[in-house]
């Protein structure tokens, strides 16, 4: 499966933005996926993964951002990212990994494939 992102952007702190992610080659139904993002000098951060077991999202981003998937042609995923901050500021990454293949679709070096990443920039 090939993903690409889009909808990064320079945005306000305190403002909404909507991250897509689109497969190609393959449909997303069968694969554990998930939203990341890594800033400068840091190391790459799982923020939230749709799997068999359900939606999780880790503690910097829950009751902010929310993962959907469009579940008719499940061929794009999203991220809806609110109440920006400008520790949110990073290159957001989306990933998969075929159901059963991993441990923990949080964890980076779990996922198998990879979208090149769109930036994220919030300032004041």
């Known amino acids: 499966v090939q993903l690409v992102e889009s909808g990064g952007r320079f945005v306000q702190v305190g403002g909404s933005l909507r991250l897509s992610c689109t497969a190609s080659?393959?449909?997303?139904?069968?694969?554990?996926i998930g939203w990341f993002r890594q800033a400068p000098g840091k190391e790459r951060e799982g923020l939230s993964c749709?799997?068999?077991?359900?939606?999780?999202y880790s503690e910097s981003v829950k009751g902010r951002f929310t993962l959907s998937v469009n579940d008719d042609a499940w061929d794009t995923m999203y991220l809806q990212m609110n109440a920006l901050k400008p520790e949110d500021t990073a290159v957001y990454y989306c990933?998969?990994?075929?159901?059963?293949?991993?441990?923990?679709?949080?964890?980076?070096?779990?996922?198998?494939?990879w979208g090149k990443g769109t930036p994220v920039t919030v300032s004041a």
């Open positions: 990933a998969a990994v075929p159901e059963g293949d991993y441990n923990d679709c949080l964890y980076a070096n779990d996922m198998d494939f």
């Open positions: 080659g393959d449909t997303l139904q069968d694969y554990a």
């Open positions: 749709l799997s068999t077991s359900g939606i999780e």
